[in-house]
């Protein structure tokens, strides 16, 4: 176990109660999705976790030291007058890594998100995808145990979303990360993790945990099974309930 959260409960200054009695355990190197209704609190489960902001209610515990966490959020958030490579080291900028080592490894993370030859090239010259590859590669440059992210394909297209899937798993895999991902598509969810949480309509806790087995490895065929079928069946059921 990385993590867990019991009986979280969240209301902001507006009066909006987010979360309430939202329970779930991180187990250590899963890929573990989130999704629920539109203003469930997914982003809300996501922030707690990383810490940004903290619950009026319950416990929000780490099982050892608090692991080194990389951040991923829906839009790129590059700095725009910044070239790739400077804008995958800021993270290692903010931890006071020396210049060289951090352009390294920033290059390195760059590489591994599949833009090798783009240290360069500023966020205006990127498309979309690339632009959020220089997102991944910023967050994976300090090495994190623990990715949270947060619908950071849903502006793709489907092909750039599918690579970048077939990628993030290769980058989980290799790294052996603990990844909370937030998303909306059933199928995006389906093929990508081990475990989905699904969380009910404001305010938000988990309705129904459903644990997956997709393959080691897999590719597009991997969508055309029966199994990935069925895994996107007991997604869609579970969020279709009304508990
Ligand atoms: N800083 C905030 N101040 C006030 N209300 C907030 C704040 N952040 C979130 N909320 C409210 O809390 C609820 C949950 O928001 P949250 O962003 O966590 O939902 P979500 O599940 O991520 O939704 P979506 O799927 O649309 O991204 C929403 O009603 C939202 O308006
Ligand atoms: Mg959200």
Known sequence: MLLSLRDVSKSFASGTQALKGLTLDVGAGEFLSLVGPSGCGKSTALRLIAGLIAPDGGAVNFAGDKPETGFVFQEPTLMPWANALTNARLALDLEGVARGEAEARAA????????????????????????????IARAIAAKPKLLLMDEPFAALDEPARQALNDDLLTLWREDGMTIVFVTHSVYESAYLSTRVAVFSARPGRVVEEIALKPPAQRDERYRLTPEFAAAAGRISAALKAKP
Request: net charge positive.
């Open 108 to 135: 390195e993370a760059l590489a591994r998100a599949g833009l090798k030859g783009f240290e360069q090239a500023f966020p205006r010259e990127l498309s979309g995808g690339m632009k959020m590859r220089v997102s």
